[in-house]
């Protein structure tokens, strides 16, 4: 159960990392309304299930018969997540800004299935960061649909709150720079800290 905790603790950061899906749900809530936003958030729910399962499958399948390419998936995802890490911790000091267009669009589920089947972020907490927390001696299939169910969970909890939270605001077509900042900085450290922790074991 720890280990499902420190999953979730690792991708919470993610997740709240600007990408095309935060940036899809957010353009449906402000072209239309916080049930848009909702509607988006199913969808990419949607398309991360696929994922879940191809990867609960083929990590199953790459524990058991190549464990030296196991380890090598393990390395590649230590690695991004310090690219990530890095990457949050500079913009705190730079001009960045995150901008949103202002559209909508007919059918947001169908719209935000294929934005998270195709997102590359999302494809690598899938095939990088997920097995770091599988447990080779047990039930791999399991393990995986697990992890993959609380990630998939955290984005539906996060994304319907930030659907409710930005169609009370109006008027505005950008995050506060300064609040922006502070989020960067505080997803890039506790990204970090799940990295060295990955790292020691």
Known sequence: MSLFALFALT???LIFTPGPDMLFI??????KDAKAGMMATVGICLGYLVHSVLVALGIAAIIVSFPLLFETIRWIGIAY????????LKSVFSNKKLAIENTSTSNPIQKGFFTALLNPKGILIYFAILPQFINKSGDTVT???ILSFIFIGLIFVVYCSLSLIFAKITQKTQIDE????WIDGGSGSLLMLAATWLIIQ
């Open 26 to 31: 957010l353009s449906q809530v402000m072209g």
């Open 178 to 181: 300064r609040k922006q900042k």
């Open 143 to 145: 393990q995986g649909l």
């Open 81 to 88: 997540l310090l690219f990530l890490a890095f990457g949050l």
């Open 11 to 13: 991708v919470i950061p």
